[in-house]
DNA sequence: CTGTTAGCGCGTTCAG
DNA sequence: CTGAACGCGCTAACAG
């Protein structure tokens, strides 16, 4: 393996001055910059990231906290495509990525959470899908003992910034689309779970619609889950003009249980993944870039871990109609 | 940060006797190995990962190298858990886990490849979805400069073991219940990707069933393309049975187009994924833990990694029936 | 602007 | 069976 030293002696300077270059600090001299740079080239040395994590304990390494449910499909796609992106931007950036999952920290205290991630020497993280009563991570963010990532989720501090689509106006415009398109006057909305920031953004994005058009609205909670949507659909739905979910797969349940009761009420979701497309319907629905939102956390992390404060981003979205043949391939 | 040096103090003892005792080394009286694990106790020791794969070279940092597919959403759950499952074994061997897509090593040689994963410290490589015509894999596995493990290809050699369910016999086993249950005459069997090394074992196993109860076989690439197999039913499902498909991905393409058709066929997939149940009907398919399959696949790069010698590993499969209110939650 | 030096935390000879 | 000493590859003060 060739390492910075025999950069150095290769192109006639000192190690540090070669570490120097390669980390672009300011005061090297152009000349030697290229001369560095061209050994470089030629023996094609490329740093050793566990090292340069050793030593500096600064930039590098970060972890991806991911709430998997490994029991629902439509989940995988969502963190698959969250991971896949991070993964992406991180290897663009030279950052080392590793992934853990909400699963691996069940019983573990703060204190514990902070010497695992420690001992990895991790000093950045992204969490995914946290809810309002996951105790442990609030006071890890609180604490700001990592430089963090929040995806979904309004928490904002020194070294803590937030990701997310701007989710209020996003169902706004979902379900007014689907309500001017059928002439609807009530709704039926299936919310998200209680313990969830984005259902509550998503909920007041409801509510502003159906009071700026005069709407009749029942709210349902839904948590989330398929077979809920399902069950509330049968119950309530044959009263209502318009089903509007706070999630595809949701609105996949809701969509199934309508063809079962035998009437039709359109439906719209969120989310925009391509089950979507299996759900036997065409529906409206809101298309999150997962991939892009996990990116765009990436390089804001990197943006905290090299001294930036923390803040909130907000990232596009579309109103689109999915159907079968658009997602197979 | 506690350090092995604290505890070596803590112990009364020198630093690399707590480096053995950690490590499970031979030489190290009970007594002192009593001290030290105490010492490791209260002062909540965990041992610095990145620190012990700068020093060691040997054991700890392995890659995943993952095909994936971020277009079909099928992919997205059988990677999904093949990460998920690799990352939880790992983490339970204390085993340092990255993740890597193919894409990421698009145009690289294979020794730009193997700088590239040598200049983070790995050492061992799982392989997910290789196909033959991966070259520079291939080479790379050839060259025997990684400790490997290859998932669902017979490809085994003394740092390469290989690791999946019997394709030949599973594909065998569902095709044989379904031409059972339904006393069918003639298959249609859609086959896999040309390149694929489970393609030919399973079409191996269908053969085989063909040709022990006499049943007329038609096989046409599917190449796992859901649209391919919904073309190829059209075309030729008339004059068949049965429809026998080497994917359940495949198997929805087809349940799909015959359902349009307007004609019944009993349909049978392969791989046991979620997304059957939004299939529209039940299908018989061949389960494989994906999860468990891929957590297999690390403890034998762990074997590997710890001496042991590239061998054949085979894992258990069901034949099962998948409906939509199984999956929904 | 460049080079020297001292670690980061751990694994591993090699004396004793 | 134990411990001192060196090195992994790199970063970061600090001199010069």
Redo the contacts with the bound molecule.
């Keep these: 393996?060739v390492?910075?030293?025999?950069?150095?002696r290769h192109a006639?300077?000192?190690?540090?001055?070669?570490?120097?270059v390669?980390?672009h600090?300011?005061?090297?001299?152009?000349?030697?910059?290229k001369k560095v740079n061209e050994a470089v080239e030629e023996l094609n040395?490329?740093?050793?990231?566990?090292?340069?994590a050793?030593?500096?304990?600064?930039?590098g390494r970060m972890a991806l906290l991911v709430n998997l449910n490994t029991r629902t499909q439509a989940i995988d796609e969502i963190d698959m495509r969250y991971i896949s992106g991070a993964i992406n931007k991180a290897a663009e950036l030279g950052l080392d990525v590793n992934t853990f999952f909400f699963s691996m920290f069940e019983g573990m205290s703060e204190e514990e959470a902070v010497r695992y991630l420690r001992?990895q020497s991790i000093y950045g993280i992204i969490i995914y899908g946290l809810s309002k009563n996951d105790e442990m991570l609030h006071g890890l963010l609180r604490s700001q003992t990592f430089k963090a990532v929040v995806v979904d989720a309004p928490i904002v501090n020194e070294s803590t910034s937030s990701v997310s689509i701007d989710q209020e106006k996003a169902q706004y415009d979902v379900a007014k689309k689907t309500v001017m398109d059928n002439k609807c006057k009530s709704i039926l909305y299936i919310a998200g779970k209680g313990n969830g920031y984005v259902t509550e953004e998503r909920l007041s994005g409801i509510r502003r619609l159906a009071e700026e058009m005069d709407l009749e609205l029942l709210v349902r909670e839904g948590d989330f889950s398929e077979r809920k949507a399902r069950e509330i659909t049968f119950q309530d739905a044959r009263g209502k003009d318009v089903l509007v979910c706070a999630s595809d797969l949701m609105a996949i349940g809701a969509m199934r249980a309508l063809m079962e009761m035998d009437i039709f009420r359109p439906v719209c979701g969120f989310d925009g993944i391509t089950l979507m497309g299996y759900a036997g319907k065409q529906m409206n629905t809101v298309r999150q870039g997962f991939a892009e939102i996990s990116a765009a956390a990436v390089e804001e992390l990197y943006y905290l871990m090299n001294g930036g404060e923390g803040r909130k981003k907000r990232l596009d979205y579309d109103i689109i109609r999915l159907q079968y043949l658009d997602i197979i391939c």
Excluded: C, H, R
Aim: without cysteine; aromatic residues 4%; proline residues 5%.
């Design positions: 393996m390492s910075i030293k025999d950069v150095a006639g300077v000192a190690i540090s001055t070669v570490s120097k390669l980390n600090y300011p005061n090297v001299s152009e000349e030697t910059k040395f490329l740093p050793n990231s566990v090292a340069a050793l030593s500096s304990k600064q930039a001992s």
